[in-house]
């Protein structure tokens, strides 16, 4: 509960940041991939696939199961806004989990098991700092609580430095991009200070679990910025 309680604040702060970014749509664009997006989508990207290897057959199934999850997506949204439906909020959550299960089903189903684990590996080199407080990387490095909380500790400045960069936005003083370029800066050093306070083995751990780098040659928040500016 504790972990949960403090890291949501956090959380939060970054998502509202990277609203804009993603443009309040789930619709993928090359290598314009945003944190908060689900996994697969991080096969829209050239890198990625090539990355993968992936196969003229899978690319082309992988694009048409998007498509499809990103049309369901887009029809349930005008369903479940049309004054006229009466959908509580719990029911249109479930609407939207199920539609993201299939989604995820359907696709990891075209990759083979070798993909699928330099696809985890990417995702969590792309979540950054966040992905350090998920149970996928927390039980492997054989985290305590107290090793939780001084990362915590480490990246609680970033918390204040995402939630400055929002309020700046709101109140017109830098673009949206610009905000959004804060935070990809202010992620990857948050990033870096909670790996520090890991000792060697969880360090070593960790970059078993990210597998070797990918380079993205600009960070996605970064790339998007550029263009938006």
Do not use: C
Not at 120 to 135: M, P, S, V
């Amino acid at each position: 509960m504790k972990r949960s309680i403090f890291w949501k604040g956090i959380l939060v702060s970054l998502a509202v940041a990277l609203l804009p970014a993603i443009g309040g749509s789930t619709a993928y664009a090359g290598d314009l991939y945003p944190r908060g997006v689900h996994p697969l989508f991080l096969l829209s990207s050239a890198n990625v696939r090539a990355e993968l290897n992936l196969s003229e057959e899978q690319a082309a199934e992988i694009d048409e199961i998007s498509a499809d999850f990103v049309r369901g997506s887009a029809v349930a949204t005008d369903v479940l806004n049309d004054p006229a439906t009466s959908v509580s909020r719990e029911e249109a959550a479930a609407i939207y989990a199920d539609l993201e299960a299939d989604f995820a089903a359907s696709g990891r189903a075209v990759l083979t098991e070798a993909q699928l684990r330099r696809l985890d590996q990417i995702d969590l080199q792309i979540r950054g700092a966040t992905a350090l407080f998920e149970g996928r990387v927390t039980v492997p490095l054989g985290m305590s609580d107290d090793d939780f909380d001084n990362m915590l500790e480490a990246v609680r400045p970033f918390e204040e430095f995402s939630q400055e960069a929002v309020g700046l936005g709101r109140f017109g003083e830098l673009s949206l991009a610009q905000v959004s370029v804060m935070v990809e800066d202010g992620d990857a050093w948050a990033k870096g200070a909670a790996i520090a306070v890991l000792s060697d083995d969880q360090r070593a751990a960790l970059g078993e679990l990210e597998g070797e780098p990918i380079d993205f040659e600009i960070g996605p928040l970064r790339l998007r910025a550029k263009i938006d500016e």
